[in-house]
């Protein structure tokens, strides 16, 4: 027996030198290894979220049209309304018109230009027609002042109102070709005429291109607003 427990104690010596002092310190601790510890939440604060780009400024609103814009799409619908006609000649000279006053509407520079070849091509293929009647003479007057020939517009007229001097028509494209020929004060006459034989003429002229040349005329406003003709025939409204 005296041996059994000299030989226990031995042992328990052992056992007491082979475990190094820090171990026993940590066994005496009754805690948990540090490896072996949670990680505290707050211990590393984790990457901050991604913050969202800070807002550039507004898109600007596009700008307002400029009134030269209507006017130019007003004239150019002229046209294409006189192209649809078969109006070559009067369609042309809207044509011309949206291009030499309003370069800066590039929108319809374009296809003004197009259908401005259209109808060059298509006045040149036509032969001269023969005139008969006042209608037919006042047809030529149009065809003659779209090619620049003012006096054979002026002859062409002046037979019609002959013939017919209540033509509205006549006396609207008579108008036109005295204002050109810097004639105002006879072209306001004519004028003023057409208005009181068909007042329909009156909407036509504020807007005609073709009346600039005696549009700042300080007549042209009384011009446009004659009164209808009592005993006026009624006719329709023709464009040219």
Known sequence: MAKQRRSAKTTSKLVRRTIRPETRKKIARKGVSPKSR???????????????????????????????????????????????????????????????????????????????????????????????????????????????????????????????????YAHYIMAVALGMRNRADEALEHLQQAIALNPENRGLAKQDPDLDSIRNHDRFRDALDTPAAPNRRPRPLRRR
């Open 38 to 168: 949670p990680r505290s939440a707050t211990a590393r604060p984790g990457p901050a979220p991604p913050q969202a780009p800070p807002a550039g400024p507004p898109a600007p609103a596009p700008a307002p049209r400029k009134p030269g814009f209507y006017e130019a799409v007003a004239i150019y619908e002229r046209g294409v309304q006189a192209l649809q006609r078969h109006d070559f000649g009067g369609a042309a000279n809207y044509f011309r018109a949206v291009l030499d006053r309003y370069p800066e509407e590039r929108e319809l520079l374009e296809r003004a230009r197009l259908y401005l070849r259209v109808c060059e091509r298509e006045t040149s293929r036509r032969p001269a027609p023969e005139v008969k009647t006042p209608e037919e003479r006042v047809y030529a007057a149009t065809v003659a002042l779209n090619s620049g020939d003012h006096s054979g517009a002026l002859d062409h007229l002046q037979r019609a109102l002959g013939e017919d001097p209540e033509s509205d």
